[in-house]
């Protein structure tokens, strides 16, 4: 897991610019139809989904390997489905939405774990995996909650989400750069 870390920093980096993008997106356009938030969920999540198998198939060899394998896993199947299934009512999105959050941060905090005793910062990854879990646990609490505030609430995590990972893959880098790691 270190070294697919090290070797794949970018990946982190592009991940949170995406997910910037995405809670950006979402904050903006408060008034989104249900559609279109699930079209943009759908291609946020294809696409993260994408990257973090990539970076998990190249580096097979890597021990940890298969725990962002089954982020990405995670992330194509909640894209599919809501591309296969548009006409889904919001709780069905937002439990969607709750299940991959939960499945994602529950796999980012193991990440951290494996990380603790080697990579200064590591706090990032379990911050982002508690924030999913999180986020993940009041979606589920509150599916009935309006649309509004669930485009908030989605937007607010997305920013977080990928803030942290913008932030670790750049400590990474810059860590590497200076030979720390």
């Known amino acids: 897991?270190?070294?697919?870390?090290?070797?794949?920093?970018?990946?982190?980096?592009?991940?949170?610019?995406?997910?910037?993008?995405?809670?950006?997106?979402?904050?903006?356009?408060?008034?989104?139809?249900?559609?279109?938030?699930?079209?943009?969920?759908?291609?946020?999540?294809?696409?993260?989904?994408?990257?973090?198998?990539?970076?998990?198939?190249?580096?097979?060899?890597?021990?940890?390997?298969?725990?962002?394998?089954?982020?990405?896993?995670?992330?194509?199947?909640?894209?599919?489905?809501?591309?296969?299934?548009?006409?889904?009512?919001a709780i069905v999105l937002l439990?969607?939405?709750?299940?991959?959050?939960?499945?994602?941060?529950?796999?980012?905090?193991m990440a951290a774990v494996q990380l603790r005793r080697i990579l200064p910062g590591e706090w990032a990854l379990g911050l982002i995996g508690v924030l999913s879990v999180l986020i993940g646990v009041i979606l589920v609490a509150n599916p009935a909650s309006g649309a509004l505030a669930v485009v908030w609430v989605i937007g607010i995590y997305a920013l977080l989400f990928g803030g942290l990972l913008t932030y670790l893959g750049v400590k990474v880098k810059s860590l590497r750069e200076r030979g720390s790691l």
């Not at 709750?98 to 529950?106: D, K, M, P, R």
């Open 1 to 89: 897991m270190y070294d697919l870390l090290l070797r794949h920093w970018w990946v982190y980096v592009l991940r949170g610019i995406l997910a910037i993008a995405f809670g950006f997106l979402a904050i903006l356009w408060p008034e989104l139809t249900l559609g279109i938030l699930i079209f943009l969920f759908g291609i946020y999540v294809l696409v993260e989904g994408a990257l973090a198998m990539a970076a998990a198939v190249s580096n097979r060899h890597v021990q940890g390997w298969w725990v962002l394998l089954l982020e990405g896993v995670a992330g194509l199947g909640a894209g599919f489905f809501a591309f296969l299934w548009p006409g889904i009512t």
């Open 95 to 109: 439990i969607i939405i709750a299940l991959w959050a939960i499945v994602t941060g529950v796999l980012e905090i």
